[in-house]
């Protein structure tokens, strides 16, 4: 993902994440941190960005920062090609486990999770700025 993608990145970020959507300004200093910390990725269909993922990796620990699909396009794969491309990325840079936060009441994202290997963690209570509580969950790498 680049600065270029940031409009149609950010258009897909409000309709996906409403209650929560990142502002412009705090994805431009993810985008700002590649690709020494950061790796973000975008997803295209037809030349129209689908789908957008990132991911933070710091010593031996990785951590999914987002990903999003577009509604329309959900339940078709993006989202697993997305989460492979970002655990391959982690394994590449040296680390032993990657975590993320999930919406406690997005059952589908916890569901491709687990068929990842995600297993849970603990809960962040009221941890989105709708007061909804977050699952963090851990998935150990090989190698």
Request: aromatic share 6%.
């Amino acid at each position: 993902m680049g600065v270029d993608d940031l409009p149609a990145v950010m258009e897909l970020e409000r309709a996906t994440f409403p209650a929560d959507a990142w502002s412009e300004r705090m994805m431009l200093g993810e985008l700002a941190d590649q690709p020494r910390t950061r790796h973000y990725i975008v997803a295209e269909r037809d030349g129209r960005i689908v789908g957008y993922a990132g991911l933070a990796v710091a010593g031996d620990q990785g951590d999914v920062q987002t990903i999003a699909v577009l509604a329309e396009h959900r339940r078709a794969g993006v989202g697993a090609l997305m989460l492979n491309a970002l655990l391959d990325e982690a394994g590449r840079r040296g680390a032993s486990a990657v975590f993320l936060e999930v919406r406690a009441d997005n059952a589908p994202a916890q569901a491709m999770y687990e068929r990842f290997g995600f297993h849970q963690l603990g809960l962040r209570r009221g941890y989105y700025d709708d007061g909804t509580d977050a699952i963090t969950m851990v998935r150990k790498l090989d190698g």
